[in-house]
């Protein structure tokens, strides 16, 4: 199981923009996708993104149009480019891989925290 290690986070103004990492230093990635969730304090983990190695994305409504899933397979990262944040975007970020279409998110990294402030 590849270890994910995501960076990136921490305290941004309202409308400003981070960029998070998750990269998976062991090995090139492989499988299906990867992808960016995240949980803020009292809530559910919820789907943020993915990137396929065909390259097709998806994007939960509620960051479309602000946020951009990419990857550098020569670096063995992935990136979520996060911009025009507020303060419903306040939460951990955790990485995540996709062995198959369909199949369970597995190799969870640690995860870093994003607060944005106004």
């Known amino acids: 199981q590849v270890l994910l290690v995501e960076s990136g986070g921490g305290l941004v103004q309202a409308g400003g923009s981070l960029r998070l990492s998750c990269a998976a230093p062991?090995?090139?990635?492989?499988?299906?996708?990867m992808g960016w969730f995240r949980q803020a304090p009292g809530k559910e983990r919820e789907f943020v993104a993915a990137?396929?190695?065909?390259?097709?994305?998806d994007y939960a409504g509620s960051v479309k149009g602000r946020f951009t899933i990419s990857r550098d397979n020569a670096d063995n990262t992935v990136y979520l480019q996060m911009n025009s944040l507020n303060a419903e975007d306040t939460a951990r970020y955790y990485c995540?891989?996709?062995?198959?279409?369909?199949?369970?998110?597995?190799?969870w990294g640690q995860g870093t925290q994003v607060t944005v402030s106004s």
């Open positions: 995540a891989s996709q062995a198959s279409y369909g199949s369970n998110w597995s190799s």
């Open positions: 062991g090995r090139t990635f492989s499988g299906y996708a």
């Open positions: 990137i396929t190695w065909i390259s097709g994305t």
